[in-house]
């Protein structure tokens, strides 16, 4: 068996397994590779016959991808108000915690966060922060997802830094996965256990701290917010604990 059938093979058979227990973004993640190198195997093949039925695979699978992913799209849309949150201006007391901390559980097996804006160093740092928050929290974690605008600079500072998280989150048994979009402006936290929280500024509502040495500097329960809304919805069918 080729190497690329063979990566093929294993990666869509993760797919399915993570798919039947509920782990629908690594599920799709791993469909999307592993049809990717099964469409690698199909050209590459000049039997007609085996051609024949990788192409019948890849649609299988191809129609099961498009399926999950119809389903990850509605997590973003369903849902009742759970709670609403608006933070003033110059109000302080709204850490991560503050905000996250009730639905970080360990029943969150997975996590999407669509952050268009993770270029600038402190940027970066609320990111992670917030992954910090989630692992310590979720006992069960096993994958952040993070949508997000690639930094159109050349020397991919931002590239490096996710790298740099990536292997991080790895020694704790947690993938963490970068996807890109030039067109995305939702800022908003998906959990697998059903919760979704979106708020107005996205991670980045702090304030610069105006001294390394004053209250806020590390702990951000001190330090002052920029006004803006928190909405958390709450869909019964998305929770896949």
């Not at 979704?196 to 304030?207: E, P, Q």
Request: charged content about 25%; some cysteine; overall charge positive.
């Amino acid at each position: 068996m080729a190497s690329s059938q063979m990566m093929a093979v294993t990666l869509l058979t993760r797919a399915i397994e993570y798919d039947v227990v509920g782990r629908k973004l690594e599920a799709l993640k791993l469909y999307e590779d592993g049809i990717e190198s099964l469409l690698k195997e199909s050209k590459a093949e000049t039997d007609p016959k085996r051609k024949q039925h990788f192409q019948t695979k890849i649609v299988e699978y191809m129609n099961r991808a498009e399926q999950v992913k119809e389903l990850v799209t509605r997590w973003k849309s369903k849902g009742v108000i759970s709670d609403r949150i608006h933070i003033v201006e110059g109000a302080t007391g709204y850490s991560y915690s503050r905000i996250f901390g009730k639905y970080f559980n360990d029943s969150v097996h997975e996590i999407l966060l669509e952050e268009p804006y993770v270029r600038e160093h402190h940027q970066v740092c609320n990111l992670v922060m917030f992954c910090e928050l989630a692992v310590s929290s979720c006992r069960n974690l096993k994958y952040i997802q993070l949508s997000t605008v690639k930094e159109g600079k050349n020397n991919d500072e931002q590239g490096r830094a996710f790298e740099t998280l990536k292997q991080s989150l790895q020694k704790q048994a947690i993938k963490f996965v970068v996807e890109y979009s030039e067109h995305m402006h939702d800022r908003q936290v998906i959990l697998s256990n059903g919760y979704v929280i979106k708020i107005g500024r996205g991670l980045n509502y702090f304030k610069p701290s105006p001294s390394k040495y004053c209250l806020g500097a590390f702990n951000y329960h001190f330090r002052e917010c920029r006004e803006t809304n928190v909405d958390v919805f709450y869909c019964p069918e998305n929770n896949k604990s």
